[in-house]
C-alpha cells in the first residue's frame, strides 16, 4: 500500500477494533450506566466478586466515581481474603461501603449468591481461569460487568466470553474490560501521532514484560492442593493461562491498537530455567515470540521472570521515518534527505488510567 492509504487504512482499522481492544476501564463503565433493578433512586450498587489486591483496588475506583455508588455485596474463596478487602474499602468509603455478613459470600459457589444480591454491576476481578463462567452468569443475570484481564486462559473460555459478549450487547449490557493504557493520555497522545504519520509507515513491533518475578505464598500446614494451587494461581495455566497472559497481554494489546488488527501467525519458544519447582506449577520463566500481521508485518515479544537479567516493560514501533517508545511517550524522527531528526516527548498530566 502507498503510504497515504496505509496509513487511512490503520486508523479506520484502530476506530473499528477499539471497540473490542479498547474496552473501558471501571470508572468510565460506571459512568456510561443507569441502574437495571426498580431501587427508586439512580444509585448504583456493586458486588466485587474476587477481594485480592486488584479486586480491592477496583471496588475502590469504583467508589470514586462522581454520583450515587454503593458497595453492597462481595464474595472470594476464602473469607480471609473478603474480611481483608472489606476492611480496607470500609475505611476509605465509610458511607458507600454498606456490605452486611448476610451479603458476604465465600466459596466457589459465592459468585453466584453476590450476582443475586440486588446488585446493577459486578467486578469480576477472581483468577482469570474462572473469569468465563463469572462474566457467563453476570450477563445471564441481566448485570452490567467490569472485568479484570485476561478474560480467559484458553480457547474454550474464550469463546465462552465472545458468545456472552454478543448476549450482553443484545440486552443492552455495559461491559468493561480493565486494559487502562487504553486511557493514559501518555499512550493515546502517542498512538494518535502514530497513526498521522509521525514515523511513518510501520516496519516492525518489539514488546516486553521483563522482570524477576512474582509472589510466592508458602504451603501451609493442612493445606489442601487446590487451596495452594488458588492461593499461588499465577504458577498454573488452568487459572492463569501464563505469563504471556496474565501481564504480557498489555504490551501485547498496545500493538495490536496500533496496527489496527490482531495477529493471523505466531512463532515462539519457551521453558523453564530458574522456576523449576513443583510449588511453582507448571508455567514458563520465559517466553520469546515472533507474531505475525495480515499485511505481513511482524512483532518480536519477549516475557520473563528471570531475577538478575535486564528488565524492561515497554513497547517500541519501528517505521520508514522514525521510531516509537510508546511506553514512554517518546518520538524520534530519523534526519532523511536533508530533514534534520527531531525528538519528541509526552509532557502533558497523567491522571491515573486505572481510575
Known amino acids: 500500500m502507498k503510504t497515504s492509504s496505509r496509513r487511512t487504512f490503520v486508523k479506520q482499522s484502530a476506530a473499528v477494533v477499539g471497540g473490542t481492544l479498547a474496552t473501558p476501564t471501571v470508572g468510565r463503565a460506571i459512568a456510561a450506566i443507569r441502574p437495571a433493578g426498580a431501587h427508586g433512586d439512580e444509585t448504583i450498587r456493586i458486588a466485587l466478586i474476587g477481594c485480592g489486591g486488584r479486586g480491592t483496588g477496583a471496588a475502590n475506583q469504583a467508589l470514586s466515581t462522581a454520583g450515587k455508588v454503593e458497595l453492597v455485596a462481595m464474595a472470594d474463596a476464602f473469607g480471609n481474603r473478603l474480611e481483608g478487602a472489606l476492611s480496607h474499602l470500609s475505611s476509605r468509603h465509610p458511607e458507600t461501603v454498606k456490605v452486611p455478613k448476610e451479603r458476604r459470600f465465600t466459596g466457589f459457589d459465592a459468585y453466584e449468591k453476590a450476582t443475586a444480591s440486588g446488585v446493577d454491576l459486578v467486578i469480576l476481578a477472581t483468577p482469570p481461569g474462572f473469569r468465563p463462567i463469572h462474566f457467563e ?49 501518555r499512550y493515546l497522545e502517542t498512538v494518535k501521532r502514530i497513526h498521522d504519520g509521525a514515523i511513518g509507515d510501520i516496519r516492525c513491533y518489539r514488546a516486553y514484560w521483563n522482570g524477576a518475578g512474582v509472589w510466592v505464598s508458602g504451603r501451609k500446614a493442612n493445606q489442601t492442593e487446590m487451596e495452594y494451587q488458588m492461593r499461588n494461581w499465577y504458577y498454573f495455566n488452568w487459572l492463569c493461562g501464563d505469563h504471556i497472559v496474565e501481564q504480557h ?28 519447582g513443583l510449588d511453582h506449577g507448571e508455567i514458563f520463566d520465559h517466553h520469546a515470540v515472533e507474531y505475525e500481521y495480515a499485511d505481513g508485518t511482524r512483532m518480536f515479544s519477549q516475557c520473563r521472570h528471570i531475577p538478575g537479567c535486564w528488565s524492561s516493560v515497554s513497547e ?11 511506553s514512554s511517550g517518546s518520538i524520534e524522527t530519523f534526519a532523511l534527505r536533508g530533514r534534520e531528526g527531531k525528538k519528541w516527548k509526552f509532557r502533558g498530566e497523567e491522571p491515573d488510567a486505572y481510575q
Do not use: Y
Open 249 to 276: 497481554i498489555h504490551n501485547l494489546d498496545v500493538c495490536n491498537w496500533i496496527h489496527g488488527e490482531h495477529p493471523v501467525k505466531a512463532f515462539g519458544m519457551g521453558g523453564r530455567e530458574v522456576r523449576t
Open 137 to 185: 452468569h453476570a450477563i445471564a443475570q441481566d448485570k452490567h460487568v467490569f472485568m479484570e484481564k485476561p478474560v480467559a486462559v484458553d480457547a474454550p473460555g474464550i469463546r465462552q466470553v465472545l458468545a456472552a459478549g454478543e448476549a450482553a450487547t443484545r440486552k443492552g449490557l455495559k461491559v468493561g474490560v480493565g486494559l487502562q493504557r487504553h486511557h493514559s493520555d
Open 316 to 326: 517500541h514501533v519501528e517505521g520508514t521515518l522514525g521510531r516509537a517508545t510508546v
